[in-house]
């Protein structure tokens, strides 16, 4: 199995200041054929179910704001907040889609 | 809109077996995996596995030898079966609606799933 492992486990941000959340795989996710990165980021308020943000490691879903952001090839990614706001405190997880099973980071707490 | 709307039994006994069925409104079962997904209490995510409509399953090797899922084109839906379970399958499961790449796009609202005797 990939191994996704996420860092930091929690951070706290400031209303309007940068939050940066790191995934690192143990194994490459970039695809040759497409050079396709399968990883994608979710957002998991309280109570909810995730949400899917961003895949191909730097698509964002549609309706997700721009102020989120995926960046990273191969083994090593990023989820950028550049603006935080009230309503993303949350849960964030990284999951590579580059084989089964499918695996998800052990998420990453972000609060105020 | 994509919507799925899930239920079960909330509360099993150990060695019992856990069903949960997803039912998919808005959208065809075709072009896509329909997947269960859960999440231990405080913990994260664990893929389950996931079919497509002619049948075709992938599993978790983690779980493999206890899980069954199943689809119903006639009612668009599809389903979980979870055998023997014990206390450590306690957590929120979720069915989703998965891209044929391999990204979660549509989640049902979770049903908790408590194994106690």
């Known amino acids: 199995d990939i191994v996704m492992t996420q860092s930091p486990d929690s951070l706290a941000v400031s209303l309007g200041e940068r939050a940066t959340i790191n995934c690192k795989s143990s194994q490459s996710v970039l695809y040759s054929s497409n050079n396709e990165n399968y990883l994608a980021w979710y957002q998991q308020q309280p109570g909810q179910p995730p949400k899917l943000l961003i895949y191909w490691a730097s698509t964002r879903e549609s309706g997700v704001p721009d102020r989120f952001s995926g960046s990273g090839s191969g083994t090593d990614f990023t989820l950028t907040i550049s603006s935080l706001q009230a309503e993303d405190v949350a849960v964030y997880y990284c999951q590579q889609y580059y084989t089964s099973p499918r695996t998800f980071g052990q998420g990453t707490k972000v609060e105020i | 809109q994509v919507q799925l709307q899930q239920w079960g039994a909330g509360l099993l006994k150990p060695s019992e077996t856990l069903s949960l069925t997803c039912a998919v409104y808005g959208g065809s079962l075709s072009g896509h995996y329909w997947s269960w997904i859960r999440q231990p209490p405080g913990r994260g995510l664990e893929w389950i596995g996931e079919i497509d409509q002619s049948g075709r399953t992938n599993y978790n090797p983690s779980l493999k030898s206890r899980v069954t899922i199943s689809v119903d084109t006639s009612k668009n839906q599809f389903s979980l079966r979870l055998t023997s379970v014990t206390a450590a399958d306690t957590a929120m499961y979720y069915c989703?609606?998965?891209?044929?790449?391999?990204?979660?796009?549509?989640w049902g609202q979770g049903t908790l799933v408590a194994v106690s005797s």
């Open positions: 989703a609606r998965v891209s044929v790449f391999g990204m979660a796009t549509y």
